[in-house]
């Protein structure tokens, strides 16, 4: 089994400043893509960036410039950091990878964590 969890979601003022983790463990033999989605009130997941293993990046037009996702794979661990943050930014980040389990690839979630941006 795989676990995948976040952690750095809070409350932040517009303009500032988080850094999202997520964490992968268990039975894991190599991680493929990893990315970042994101879930506003009332609204569907999202892409937010992704990353695959050798470093190549993508971004949602909303985020580019701002956000930067980076991953450390000997530590299996995936980050965001987001600068000049927007209340629309307000969502619950959630955590993806696509898991090599045993010669075996299968997608895994986290259960999110919840960034806020309000004055």
């Known amino acids: 089994q795989v676990q995948l969890v976040e952690s750095g979601g809070g409350l932040v003022q517009p303009g500032g400043s988080l850094r999202l983790s997520c964490a992968a463990s268990g039975s894991i033999s190599s991680i493929n893509v990893m990315g970042w989605y994101r879930q506003a009130p009332g609204k569907e997941r999202e892409l937010v960036a992704g990353i695959t293993s050798g470093g190549s990046t993508n971004y949602a037009d909303s985020v580019k410039g701002r956000f930067t996702i980076s991953r450390d794979n000997a530590k299996n661990t995936m980050y965001l950091q987001m600068n000049s943050l927007k209340p629309e930014d307000t969502a619950v980040y959630y955590c993806?990878?696509?898991?090599?389990?045993?010669?075996?690839?299968?997608?895994?979630w986290g259960k999110g964590t919840l960034v806020t941006v309000s004055s």
């Open positions: 993806n990878a696509v898991v090599v389990v045993l010669g075996t690839m299968m997608r895994y």
